[in-house]
């Protein structure tokens, strides 16, 4: 399985402003895609970003609140736009393995409070 | 909606006995489940999945059942061990490979 680095591993911000997310994969992967996990809740998908094409959002998430970067086959970022304290999640990225989807293996997350 | 449910937020079981997770989903377009584990402060493990064509799927410890006439799978540990002690996550693929997750099921496993 690919090994998944993720920076910052915690943050607290202040409400207004931005924080980027990056996730560092040690293979070259087609597919990554971005989490969230608010507190108590479980996983819920926020975009899948694939290389070399615009990232594609969940129902209920939009481009101009988290932008995505996939630069190249190993990084991609994902900035949290204007936070306010419902932003408050852990943020994980993951990656598909093989030439499947179906099993993803993820980073250790990004813990973001927001006061 | 909540297409994959895990109705048990906790369960508690003693060292040595079986556990027996549980997860039921809405959608028969399912075709991929996947269960994985996670301690706090860490991101979700990859721990055993089974494909909707099959109704079994053992890796040493690890079972998964799965009844499609009931849209139920279940996730067997035995015999448990303090160190699976974790939130277990059951998981969905839908036919856009896309994973949907359920709440979660906190195990607890004491000698």
């Known amino acids: 399985s690919a090994v998944i680095s993720q920076k910052p591993s915690r943050d607290i911000c202040q409400r207004g402003t931005s924080l980027t997310i990056q996730c560092q994969v040690d293979s070259q992967v087609t597919m990554m895609f971005w989490y969230r996990q608010q507190p108590g809740q479980s996983l819920t998908l926020i975009a899948t970003a694939n290389q070399g094409s615009e990232a594609t959002y969940e129902s209920g998430f939009v481009i101009d609140k988290f932008p995505i970067s996939r630069p190249n086959l190993t990084f991609s970022t994902l900035t949290v736009s204007n936070m306010s304290p419902e932003d408050s999640s852990i943020y994980l990225c993951?990656?598909?393995?093989?030439?499947?989807?179906?099993?993803?293996?993820f980073g250790p997350g990004t813990r973001l409070t927001v006061t | 909606d909540q297409q994959v449910k895990q109705n048990s937020p906790s369960l508690s079981v003693q060292e040595g006995r079986i556990s027996i997770l549980n997860c039921d989903y809405t959608n028969s377009m399912f075709d991929y489940f996947l269960w994985y584990k996670k301690y706090p402060a860490e991101g979700p493990t990859f721990l055993i999945s089974?494909?909707?064509?099959?109704d079994k799927n053992e890796d040493g410890r690890f079972t998964v059942f799965l009844n499609k006439s009931a849209k139920h799978l279940s996730l067997h540990i035995v015999p448990s061990q303090p160190g699976d002690s974790a939130v277990y996550f059951c998981?969905?693929?839908?036919?856009?490979?896309?994973?949907?997750f359920g709440a979660g099921t906190r195990l607890a496993v004491h000698p």
């Open positions: 089974i494909s909707s064509i099959k």
């Open positions: 993951s990656v598909a393995s093989g030439g499947s989807s179906y099993e993803q293996y």
């Open positions: 998981a969905a693929s839908n036919i856009q490979n896309k994973l949907i």
